[in-house]
């Protein structure tokens, strides 16, 4: 079976207390309800750094400088009708104060406790990295 190939960019956006930001997907959307990193698809002609530069201002409305994604892990899952392969890039830096402009709900979670939460296949993979990292 041919599958189309689907690149996301998402963000582990950290927090002063080591905490990461997951957002809850709207109703309406696929996967709804689930929670998940932020960020978004790649368009033609942009960078992954642009397309999550784009969308955390778009969802979030904060401002990343590209030089504050820095490259982490990636996940590379097989959906039934595409296959997603999506990296994630840690930040803690940005400027502005992070609104959720979809109306989607917003946590901030301890890595340790992010198995605690539903979340889409092709983001279980990447929760023990995070947890090393961040405890």
């Not at 190939?5 to 207390?17: C, I």
């Not at 957002?23 to 368009?43: D, I, N, T, Y």
Request: proline residues 7%; negative net charge.
């Amino acid at each position: 079976m041919v599958r189309r190939l689907l690149l996301v960019a998402a963000a582990a956006l950290v927090d002063r207390e080591s905490r990461v930001l997951v957002c809850q997907r709207p109703a309406g959307k696929s996967m709804a309800g689930l929670w998940e990193f932020p960020g978004g698809k790649v368009e033609t002609g942009e960078t992954p750094e642009e397309a999550l530069r784009r969308e955390l201002r778009e969802e979030l409305s904060i401002d990343v400088c590209e030089e504050c994604l820095a490259p982490f892990h990636f996940a590379s899952h097989a959906y039934d009708d595409f296959h997603l392969l999506m990296p994630l890039y840690l930040c803690s830096n940005w400027e502005g104060e992070l609104v959720p402009k979809e109306g989607q709900a917003t946590r901030w979670v301890r890595a340790s406790r992010l198995r605690d939460l539903d979340m889409p296949p092709a983001d279980l993979p990447l929760i023990p990295y995070l947890r090393d990292l961040l405890g």
